[in-house]
């Protein structure tokens, strides 16, 4: 399995844009499917976005698509989330998620076994 953490949440206002990272320790990095989820107060964690092992294929929910872009970098063990046009209702715990040799049909949050511990950003209006 992977370590995962996460980095780059805070406070931006309406409109603005933010980048998440998320660093994932181990070899074998490049066999993951890599995905976003994110929880708001008092709502379940939903899918963000995901990426399969190489790049090549991205799936994103419906509330974000156009708006975030997820990439990776094999080389450095890295995922991204580049946020654009952020609304406060994007305010929420962002999480790193990993699955081994997973395919980005896969958004349910048991389909992945590996987490970051999270980290906040904040939208304000």
């Known amino acids: 399995q992977v370590q995962l953490v996460e980095s780059g949440g805070g406070l931006v206002q309406a409109g603005g844009s933010l980048t998440l990272s998320c660093a994932a320790s181990?070899?074998?990095?490049?066999?993951?499917?890599m995905a976003w989820f994110r929880q708001a107060p008092g709502k379940e964690r939903e899918f963000v976005a995901n990426?399969?092992?190489?790049?090549?294929?991205?799936y994103y929910a419906d509330s974000v698509k156009g708006l975030f872009t997820i990439s990776r970098d094999n080389a450095k063990n890295t995922v991204s989330l580049q946020m654009n046009s952020l609304k406060p209702e994007d305010t929420a715990v962002y999480y790193c998620?990993?699955?081994?040799?997973?395919?980005?049909?896969?958004?349910?949050?048991?389909?992945?076994?590996?987490w970051g511990q999270g980290t906040q950003v904040t939208v304000s209006s």
């Open positions: 990426i399969n092992w190489n790049g090549g294929s991205t």
């Open positions: 998620a990993a699955r081994r040799l997973g395919i980005t049909m896969m958004t349910m949050e048991g389909n992945y076994d590996c």
């Open positions: 181990g070899r074998t990095f490049s066999t993951y499917l």
